[in-house]
C-alpha cells in the first residue's frame, strides 16, 4: 500500500525552531519530487517547497525562502523539514506529498500521494 505521513508538529513559539519528518512507503520513493504543503487557517493549500527527483534542486515558496530547508533520503525513504524563525502565519497543517516530477510542482493539484498532515502551531 501506498503511505506518506508527515509528523512532528506541535505548539511553538514565534521565533522557534521545529522540525517535521516525512516516512514513505509503498511506491518507488526516489522516481518522485517531494512536496511539503500546507494549509493555514483560511487560506489556500501552498507548497511551500518541493525537492525534485530529477536535479535534485529545491523550490521552495516566498514565505519559506530563507527559513525553511528540506532535505530528503532516497535509501531510507524520508524527507525532513526543518523549520526555522518561525511566525503566527505559519500556523497550518502541514502535510509531505509526492508528484510525478515534472514542471507543475508549484502546484498542490500536482501531487498525487498525500500524507495525513501534522499541525503546526506558533503562538505566545
Known amino acids: 500500500d501506498v503511505q506518506l505521513q508527515a509528523s512532528g508538529g506541535g505548539l511553538v513559539q514565534p521565533g522557534g525552531s521545529l522540525r517535521l519528518s516525512c516516512t514513505a512507503s509503498g511506491f518507488r520513493f526516489e522516481d518522485f519530487d517531494l512536496g511539503w504543503i500546507r494549509q493555514a487557517p483560511g487560506k489556500e493549500l501552498e507548497v511551500v517547497s518541493c525537492i525534485r527527483k530529477r536535479n535534485g534542486s529545491t523550490y521552495y515558496s516566498d514565505s519559506a525562502k530563507g527559513r525553511f530547508t528540506a532535505s530528503r533520503d532516497n535509501v531510507k525513504g524520508t524527507g525532513s523539514l526543518e523549520m526555522n524563525s518561525l511566525k503566527a502565519e505559519d500556523t497550518a497543517v502541514y502535510y509531505c506529498?509526492?508528484?510525478?516530477?515534472?514542471?507543475?510542482?508549484?502546484?498542490?493539484?500536482?501531487?498525487?500521494?498525500w500524507g495525513q498532515g501534522t499541525l503546526v502551531t506558533v503562538s505566545s
Open positions: 506529498a509526492a508528484g510525478p516530477s515534472d514542471w507543475r510542482y508549484r502546484r498542490q493539484q500536482y501531487y498525487r500521494y
